[in-house]
């Protein structure tokens, strides 16, 4: 099966449904967003990474930053914060360029490495889509984390990329049903910069959009 343009889901929407899927919902379904200190702090690394003007070449490796990338078997687009081509034998030929080149992905990030594996969900996803584009396979990337100023290298294995196709299959039949799923409280919850637009107080059934024309509703009605 393959997706239309039209139906493409961000890669990024990965990390939101990894963390909780109603968050993800919330954002990508019902459109609601809210900023904390994680998000903007986040925005201000990927701003680094995709500075125009930090183009730069070393050596034998090319860096491109904010490589648009898609994938039509996935249904998902995004960008990558940053993409390495290293020159080796035996890698892709590039437009312009001498020689073949080795293709290695680098997602930036906030702080430091994570106790789960949601951003190796992302640039497992980004890597897949840069295989489908380039007609290539890519082994490992990269997670630099600004906290630690470190990069963490991660494999792509197989156990992983089954995990990102069947995500990515749930999202898309959660967007095409318009589905929200219902509260459940965890530890996260207090972490999460939509916990006061979630309203899990309201009750288990009405979804935020609901909640919110009702409410308008009641206010015309007095």
């Given at each position: 099966?393959?997706?239309?343009?039209?139906?493409?889901l961000?890669?990024?929407?990965?990390?939101?449904?990894?963390?909780?899927?109603?968050?993800?919902?919330?954002?990508?379904?019902?459109?609601?967003?809210?900023e904390?200190v994680h998000?903007?702090?986040?925005?201000?690394?990927?701003?680094?990474?995709?500075?125009?003007?930090?183009?730069?070449?070393?050596k034998d490796?090319?860096i491109?930053?904010?490589?648009?990338?898609?994938?039509?078997t996935?249904?998902?687009?995004?960008?990558?914060?940053i993409v390495?081509f290293?020159?080796?034998e035996?890698?892709?030929?590039?437009?312009?360029?001498?020689?073949?080149?080795r293709?290695v992905?680098?997602?930036y990030?906030?702080?430091?490495?994570?106790?789960?594996?949601?951003?190796?969900l992302?640039?497992?996803?980004?890597?897949?889509?840069?295989e489908?584009?380039?007609?290539?396979?890519?082994?490992?990337?990269?997670?630099?984390?600004?906290?630690?100023?470190?990069?963490?290298?991660v494999?792509?294995?197989?156990?992983?990329?089954?995990?990102?196709?069947?995500?990515?299959?749930e999202m898309h039949?959660?967007?095409?049903?318009?589905?929200?799923?219902?509260v459940?409280?965890?530890?996260?919850?207090?972490?999460?910069?939509?916990?006061?637009?979630?309203?899990?107080?309201?009750?288990?059934?009405?979804?935020v959009?609901?909640?919110?024309?009702?409410?308008?509703?009641?206010?015309?009605?007095?």
């Open positions: 099966m393959e997706y239309t343009e039209e139906e493409y961000m890669i990024s929407g990965i990390q939101h449904f990894k963390f909780c899927r109603r968050q993800w919902a919330l954002i990508h379904i019902e459109q609601q967003w809210e904390n998000t903007v702090v986040g925005e201000l690394m990927h701003k680094k990474a995709h500075d125009p003007y930090l183009k730069e070449k070393r490796t090319l491109v930053r904010a490589l648009p990338v898609s994938s039509r996935l249904g998902i687009s995004g960008e990558c914060d390495e290293h020159r080796c035996g890698g892709i030929s590039l437009y312009g360029q001498e020689g073949t080149y293709v992905p680098v997602e990030k906030r702080g430091a490495p994570k106790t789960d594996h949601t951003d190796i992302q640039l497992t996803a980004q890597a897949m889509c840069l489908e584009m380039l007609c290539c396979e890519i082994s490992s990337g990269y997670l630099y984390y600004g906290e630690t100023r470190h990069r963490e290298k494999e792509f294995t197989e156990a992983v990329r089954k995990e990102v196709k069947e995500m990515f299959q039949s959660y967007f095409s049903r318009k589905y929200t799923p219902k459940r409280w965890s530890k996260s919850c207090n972490a999460c910069s939509l916990k006061d637009i979630c309203l899990p107080a309201l009750g288990r059934n009405k979804s959009k609901d909640y919110i024309e009702q409410h308008l509703l009641d206010e015309d009605e007095n």
